[in-house]
């Protein structure tokens, strides 16, 4: 009989967290077990799937995913006391009986292993619990963007007690380290489904691109983090210098700071074309000369991964990963992550037309070996259910 294995997540909307908890679960990460997926709040449309169980939270949970000011701006009375709820149970010490109480009506068996798939809440969640071996996956750039800084010395109590932590950079391990000296930690990249990704690239695309320009394309949520208002600014600046005219901008995704950078596009007088969400991008990046990548924090950075999979090279922040995932010069561009970095990496390839020519030359034979990552972490599920046994 296969051993019983929880993962908690927060929500299931699109985003690299749900797209990297998809690709793990289609690839067999979690075939050795029987795996029941926890959504806290059932937020979004992704995690569609009948390779595991999928679990819905409790309407205590609804507050998990959203700040205090996103929940008073969506002017729904449930959901601000849901937040409010869970800030006064997270300040008073009410927590961890609150969690005990709602684990007891939405999950009916034990399990072997628990994994806490997302940084933050989930944590709490699984660290509460009575699962005999608990992991917790890191996908924060943690210097940069710490999601416990609000309930430090409940996080530093109880992250401790996790028996193993996975990041999915190199960045996000040391940042991780340094903030709360912990150093059982280890490094497995995010896969990417290329098979999926390559055969979805092969449908028609649907935006209008310019054989006469470079046509570049931005894909992701629309997040403060993304750095999309500093791009808009930095091809005001290269419409200041006449070089705009080089280029066909796309950027494709929703989110919290649309209404704002559509505002910012009129306001600047910027020709970008907004499409919204799209559900087959892949179409899309293979078809564009370019991906930008303008993240402010950045964990990890899917998107890259899969242009570079599309033979479609990025420019890039310099964040977290990006050392890992590009060679510099070669087959991608990381700038520094400023403005500045942004504006003379693309104002480079605008006048330098042949540099894009041979990123992407270079980018013809990119595989990348999501299959070795997949052993990884079974042989890390293994390990942590062998000394469950021993115990």
């Known amino acids: 009989m296969k051993p019983n294995l929880l993962i908690v997540t927060d929500e299931r909307q699109m985003g690299g967290t749900s797209i990297l908890l998809e690709n793990l679960i289609k690839l067999g990460a979690f075939d050795d077990f029987n795996t029941d ?27 998990v995913d959203i700040t205090l000011k996103q929940a008073l701006k969506s002017l729904k009375p449930s959901l601000v006391w849901a937040k409010l709820r869970l800030i006064f ?31 933050g809440f989930t944590a709490l969640f699984t660290i ?19 999601p416990n800084r609000n309930y430090d010395k409940l996080f530093k109590r109880i992250l401790p007690k996790f028996n193993h932590f996975i990041a999915v950079s190199n960045g996000v391990k040391v940042s991780f380290e340094k903030l ?16 999926a990704i390559i055969a979805a690239s092969k449908e028609e695309p649907t935006i209008k691109y310019d054989n006469n320009k470079i046509n570049v394309i931005l894909v992701g949520r629309m997040h403060p983090v993304k750095g999309y208002d500093r791009f808009l600014q930095v091809i005001k600046r290269l419409k200041d210098d006449n070089l ?41 990046i293979k078809k564009a000369d370019l991906l930008v ?30 050392d890992t995932i590009i060679k510099n010069g070669y087959n991608g561009i990381v700038v520094d992550n400023s403005e500045n970095g942004l504006y003379y990496g693309l104002k480079e390839i605008i006048e330098d037309k042949e540099k894009l020519i ?34």
């Not at 608990?134 to 210097?143: A, T």
């Not at 270079?362 to 299959?371: F, K």
């Open 358 to 391: 041979n990123l992407k030359n270079h980018l013809q034979n990119y595989t990348y070996n999501s299959s070795a990552i997949i052993l990884k972490i079974k042989n890390k599920l293994k390990e942590c259910y062998d000394e469950k046994i021993a115990r």
């Open 180 to 195: 709360y000296n912990i150093h059982n930690i280890n490094v497995i990249p995010n896969i990417i489904d290329d098979k």
């Open 37 to 63: 997926v926890l959504v806290l709040h059932n937020n979004g449309d992704r995690l569609v799937t009948d390779k595991v169980n999928i679990i819905y939270g409790s309407k205590y949970f609804k507050g």
């Open 128 to 146: 509460f619990g009575n699962s005999k071996q608990k992991i917790h996956w890191l996908q924060y750039e943690y210097k940069n963007c710490n």
């Open 244 to 284: 705009d005219q080089n280029l066909n901008i796309n950027i494709l995704g929703d989110g919290e700071e649309k209404a704002k950078l559509l505002a910012l596009k009129q306001e600047l007088q910027l020709d970008v074309n907004f499409y919204g969400m799209v559900q087959n991008p892949y179409k899309e």
């Open 293 to 322: 990548l303008p993240s402010i924090y950045e964990s990890f950075g899917l998107v890259a991964l899969e242009a570079m999979i599309l033979h479609t090279p990025v420019l890039a922040t310099q964040t977290a990963a990006m």
């Open 89 to 119: 149970d997270m300040k008073f010490g009410f927590i961890e009986k609150r969690i005990q109480k709602e684990r007891k009506k939405l999950l009916t068996k034990n399990y072997d292993v628990e994994i806490a798939f997302k940084d």
